[in-house]
C-alpha cells in the first residue's frame, strides 16, 4: 500500500513566491518512491524539475511525473541499457545514450503517448467469484503509457555509447563510446562537428565545460583529459587514481560513473572508485575526486563517512555550495553524501616532494610544490537500503532523486 | 613445498619451488630445447600424427550469456546483442566479433550441469571427469596415451601466471604431470649459479645420478627414473632461454602485446615444438562485480588473440590434430546482482570446441529462455572427458593398466557425446 502522507510533496517556495530557507541536508527525507520491476540504471530530472527519467536493466527509459506519479515508457529503439540520460537546453528533448552505441532524441512530453491496456492477474485481490466454494482469480487490466516514436536515432558510436552531455549554449552535445572517441555533433541536426582522440582505454563520460570551449573526459585508467573544444588539442592530462589493477585477476577497473560541473564552472567532480582490492567482488573504494578548473589540478578526494567498498555511481553541485554523492555498497546498500569544500582539514597541506637537489644540473636543490588533494569526509550522510546507481537535484536544490539497484526511484526533500 | 590454498574465490596459484619443478615441472625444461634434437623430418611427422590438444582455460568462470549463449532482450540477458558468426543461423555474444568469424571451426556445447558452483569442484570435473577421487587431468592422460616414447618433451605445459596448484597426474607416472610456466619465462632456479664453474657443476650432476642410484638401490625406480628425465629436460630447456627471452615483433603485433597474447603466441611455439597438451590460462572472469565492463574488457582481450591462434593452427595445416577447447570451470548467474555482477553458476552453461576429432559449425544442447536452465541434452565433466578423449583418439571406455589393476579413463556411467566427434 502506497503511504498518502509520503506521496506529498511539498512545496519548495513559500505562499509569496519567495524561497525558504537554507536547504539543510539534515532534514532530507524521502517523500516519495516509485517502483519498476527491474533495476535502475541511472536517473535524471529534467531542467523544469517535473520529471524524473530513469533507465533499466530491461532496455526501457521510464519517466515519472513527480506530482501525480504517471508513469511512460520510452521503448523499442534501445535494444541495450540505457547508461546515461541528458536534456537539451530548452528543455524539450531528453537524449538517451546505450550500450548499442546509440543516441535517441525523444521529446520530453510527447503529444502523442500510446495507452496499452495490460491484463494482470491478482490472486485474491479485486472482485471475487466464489464457484463451489473457491475463489476464483480476477483478471483486471492496467493501462501501459508507451511513447516509442523517437525524434532522431543516432548511431554514434561503434561499441557502446557510454555519454551524453548537452553543452550549455544548446548548440553541441558531446558523447563518448568504446570506439575510444569523443564526438562533438551539432544539437539541432545531429551532425558530426568534432572527433577527439587519444584516450587509450574505454573513455566512460565525457561534459562540455560551461563556457563551451572545452570538453572534460575520464576514461576507464582515470585519466582525465582537457580538451580545446574547438581545436580538438588536449590541454592537460590527470591522473586522478580512479583506477585500479586488479592482480588477483589481472584486470584494469575504474574510470568515471559520473561527472558534473559546478554552476559557474569552476570545478568539476568525477565519481568512481580507487584503492583497488579485488574489484571482481567489489572490494575497492568509492571515490569523488574534485578538480579546479583554473589550475586543473584535483583539488580534493571525497571519501564516505563509513569506507564502505564500493563505487560512488552519482555526483553532483549543490547550488549552495556543497557537494552531494550517491553510493552503491557492495554490502547491498547505498548512501546519499554531503561534503563542505571549504571546511578545514587537517590534510590540507603542501608537501613538499622528491630529493631533487642538482637535478637540474645547477647543484642547487629543485624543490617541486606539488599539493597534495584534501581528503574530505562528509559532513552528512543519508542512508538508503538499497545501492544508489544514480542522484539528480532539481535547480533550486531543494529536491534530489535516486535511481536504486531494486528498480525503485526515490524522491527526496531538503 | 607448496601449498594447497582453500578453494573458492581465493585459490591462487603459488610460485613453483625448486623441488616442486624438479618433481614436476622440471620436465618441461626441455621443451624449448628439444626441437633442436629433432629432424626437420622429424618435427614434420610429429606434426602431421601426433595428436594435440590446446586448453584455453578462462579463469573463474566466463559468463555464457557473455559468449556462447546470448539471451537478447530477456529477463537476465544483460545489455551485450548477439552477433551472426561464419556459420549460417549461430549466434554468440557481440563481445567476441574475431572469434565469431572462426566459428565454422569450432562447434559450441550450451548445456553442461555440472551440479556446483563452487571453483573447485567445477575445475576438478571439468579436467578429471569425475567429481570425485585422485584422477588424472585431461593433459596428464593426453601426455601418457598421445607423447611418443622418443619424444622427450614435456606432455603437458601450462602456461600461466596464476594457476591452481592441483595433482594433475593423479594416479599416472608423475612425468605426465602439468608442467607449469609463469607466463612467458622459463621455470625459475635452472641456471648454474654465478661463481660455480662448468666443470663443479658437470661433477655436481654426476654425483646427483651416484646419489641416485645409491637411493633407488632396493626401490621402484619409477620416480627416481621421472625425476631424471625431468633434470635433462631442464638442462635442454637451459640451452632454448631465447624462445622465452624474446617473441617475434611482428607476431606480437597479430597476436597482442599483453600478457595473454604473449601466452597465446608461446603456446603456439609449443604445440609447433611438438608439447602434447598446451593449457592457456586468460585471467578475470569471476565476476560478481561489474560483470559487463570487465567482459568488455576481458574478452576484448581473449577475442582476437584467441582468433588469431585458432586461425594460425589451421594455417599451418595443424587443425586436424589440435583439439582446441575453450572452457572455465562453470558458467555464471542468469540473475544480475545488486553490483552489476553475476555469480557462480553451474547448472546451465557453455564452452566452444574444435579442430581434431571434433565435428565444426555445431552447436550441442541447449538451456531455456531466459537461462536457468539446462532444456535439452544436458551434459557434465564426464561427458566431456570422454569427448575430449575420443577425439584424439584415446578410448575413454578402456582402461589404465595400473600394476594389474584396471582404473577406466573415463567415467563408466558416463559416454561421449557422439554427435560431436567426426
Redesign the interface.
Known amino acids: 500500500m502506497r503511504n498518502e502522507e509520503q506521496d506529498t510533496i511539498e512545496t519548495t517556495e513559500t505562499m509569496d513566491g519567495t524561497r525558504p530557507e537554507s536547504a539543510v541536508p539534515a532534514n532530507a527525507k524521502e517523500v516519495r518512491k516509485f517502483t519498476h520491476a527491474e533495476a535502475l540504471t541511472n536517473c535524471r530530472l529534467d531542467p523544469s524539475g517535473r520529471y524524473a527519467f530513469a533507465g533499466a536493466e530491461d532496455f526501457g527509459v521510464y519517466r515519472w511525473n513527480l506530482e501525480t506519479g504517471e508513469k511512460v515508457i520510452y521503448r523499442g529503439i534501445h535494444d541495450s541499457w540505457v547508461r546515461r540520460i541528458d536534456f537539451s537546453n530548452d528543455g524539450t528533448h531528453v537524449f538517451t545514450s546505450g550500450w548499442d552505441g546509440r543516441v535517441v532524441v525523444w521529446e520530453v512530453d510527447p503529444e502523442t503517448v500510446e495507452k496499452i491496456e495490460l491484463p494482470v492477474e491478482k490472486a485474491g485481490e479485486g472482485r471475487s467469484d466464489k464457484t463451489d466454494g473457491e475463489v476464483t482469480q480476477t483478471v483486471e487490466s492496467e493501462i501501459e503509457l508507451v511513447v516509442d516514436n523517437p525524434v532522431r536515432i543516432v548511431d554514434a558510436h561503434r561499441g557502446f555509447a557510454r555519454w551524453v552531455h548537452a553543452g550549455p549554449n544548446g548548440k553541441y552535445v558531446a558523447t563518448c563510446g568504446n570506439d575510444k572517441v569523443i564526438r562533438l555533433w551539432d544539437a539541432k541536426r545531429w551532425k558530426l562537428r568534432k572527433e577527439f582522440s587519444g584516450h587509450g582505454r574505454h573513455p566512460y563520460a565525457v561534459m562540455i565545460h560551461p563556457d563551451g570551449e572545452s570538453l572534460v573526459s575520464e576514461d576507464l585508467m582515470g585519466e582525465i583529459f582537457v580538451w580545446n573544444a574547438r581545436t580538438g588539442q588536449r590541454l592537460k592530462e590527470l591522473k586522478s587514481g580512479m583506477t585500479g589493477f586488479d592482480n588477483k585477476f589481472q584486470a584494469d577497473m575504474g574510470g568515471a560513473r559520473d561527472m558534473a560541473f559546478n554552476q559557474d564552472g569552476s570545478l568539476v567532480g568525477c565519481a568512481g572508485i580507487t584503492n583497488v582490492v579485488n574489484s571482481f567482488a567489489g572490494q575497492q573504494d568509492p571515490i569523488i575526486c574534485i578538480v579546479d578548473w583554473e589550475s586543473k589540478e584535483i583539488t580534493s578526494h571525497l571519501r564516505t563517512k563509513s569506507n564502505s567498498p564500493g563505487v560512488a555511481w552519482g555526483v553532483r553541485f549543490h547550488p549552495e555550495g556543497y557537494v552531494v554523492g550517491a553510493m552503491g555498497n557492495q554490502n547491498g546498500k547505498g548512501t546519499v553524501e554531503f561534503w563542505s569544500l571549504t571546511e578545514s582539514s587537517p590534510e590540507n597541506s603542501a608537501e613538499v616532494k622528491g630529493d631533487s637537489a642538482g637535478c637540474d644540473g645547477s647543484g642547487e636543490a629543485v624543490v617541486e610544490e606539488e599539493k597534495k588533494p584534501r581528503e574530505i569526509k562528509p559532513f552528512h550522510v543519508v542512508e538508503v537500503d538499497k545501492p544508489v546507481r544514480g542522484i539528480d537535484f532539481t535547480k533550486d536544490g531543494r529536491r534530489f532523486i535516486v535511481a536504486c539497484s531494486d528498480g525503485s526511484l526515490r524522491v527526496y526533500q531538503i | 613445498m607448496t601449498m594447497r590454498r582453500n578453494a573458492g574465490?581465493n585459490t591462487?596459484d603459488h610460485h613453483v619451488t625448486r623441488r616442486q619443478f624438479m618433481g614436476t615441472g622440471a620436465m618441461a625444461g626441455a621443451m624449448a630445447g628439444f626441437g633442436s634434437l629433432l629432424t626437420p623430418a622429424m618435427a614434420g611427422e610429429m606434426k602431421s600424427k601426433q595428436k594435440q590438444i590446446l586448453q584455453v582455460y578462462l579463469q573463474?568462470g566466463v559468463s555464457q550469456f557473455e559468449a556462447w549463449d546470448p539471451k537478447?532482450?530477456t529477463?537476465y540477458g544483460g545489455?551485450?546483442?548477439p552477433i551472426s558468426t561464419s556459420v549460417p543461423g549461430l549466434q554468440i555474444c557481440e563481445l567476441l566479433p574475431y572469434t565469431a568469424s572462426k566459428m565454422h571451426l569450432l562447434s559450441v556445447v550450451r548445456s553442461i550441469n555440472l551440479e556446483t558452483d563452487d571453483h573447485t569442484v567445477g575445475r576438478l570435473f571439468m579436467e578429471k571427469g569425475r567429481k570425485n577421487g585422485d584422477y588424472p587431468f585431461v593433459g596428464a592422460v593426453a601426455s601418457k596415451y598421445l607423447t611418443t616414447p622418443d619424444n622427450p618433451l614435456p606432455g603437458y605445459v601450462h602456461i600461466t601466471?596464476?594457476g591452481i596448484v592441483d595433482q594433475t597426474a593423479g594416479f599416472l607416472e608423475s612425468k605426465h604431470a602439468m608442467m607449469r610456466l609463469e607466463g612467458v619465462k622459463p621455470p625459475t632456479n635452472l641456471e648454474r649459479p654465478q661463481g660455480v664453474p662448468k666443470e663443479l657443476a658437470i661433477r655436481a650432476e654426476g654425483l646427483r645420478k651416484q646419489l641416485n642410484n645409491q637411493f633407488g638401490g632396493k626401490r621402484s625406480r619409477a620416480l627416481i627414473d621421472s625425476y631424471d628425465t625431468s633434470f635433462e629436460q631442464a638442462q635442454q630447456l637451459m640451452a632454448r632461454a631465447d624462445l622465452f627471452e624474446k617473441q617475434d615483433e611482428k607476431e606480437l603485433d597479430r597476436y597482442g602485446r599483453h600478457?595473454f597474447g604473449r601466452r597465446c603466441l608461446l603456446a603456439k611455439t609449443l604445440l609447433e615444438e611438438g608439447v602434447t597438451c598446451v593449457k592457456v590460462t586468460h585471467?578475470?572472469?569471476?565476476?560478481?562485480?561489474?560483470n559487463?565492463?570487465?567482459h568488455?574488457?576481458?574478452l576484448d582481450e581473449f577475442d582476437k588473440t584467441f582468433a588469431t591462434l585458432l586461425g594460425d593452427i589451421e594455417e599451418r595445416g595443424m587443425l586436424d590434430n589440435v583439439l582446441v577447447v575453450i572452457y572455465s570451470e562453470f558458467g555464471r548467474t542468469p540473475k544480475?546482482n545488486?553490483?552489476y555482477?553475476r555469480d557462480h553458476w553451474g547448472k546451465s552453461f557453455s564452452i566452444a570446441l574444435g579442430g581434431c576429432g571434433i565435428q565444426p559449425g555445431g552447436v550441442i544442447g541447449a538451456t531455456n529462455a531466459d537461462g536457468t536452465e539446462v532444456s535439452e541434452r544436458e551434459v557434465d565433466g564426464a561427458h566431456l572427458f570422454h569427448t575430449y578423449m575420443q577425439a584424439v583418439g584415446i578410448d575413454s571406455q578402456s582402461n589404465h593398466a595400473l600394476d594389474g589393476r584396471a582404473v577406466p579413463i573415463g567415467d563408466p556411467v558416463a559416454a561421449p557425446i557422439k554427435e560431436l566427434l567426426s
Open positions: 574465490c591462487i573463474g537478447p532482450g529477463k545489455p551485450f546483442r601466471t596464476r600478457w585471467h578475470g572472469y569471476d565476476t560478481h562485480a561489474e559487463f565492463n570487465f568488455v574488457e576481458q544480475v545488486h553490483k555482477g
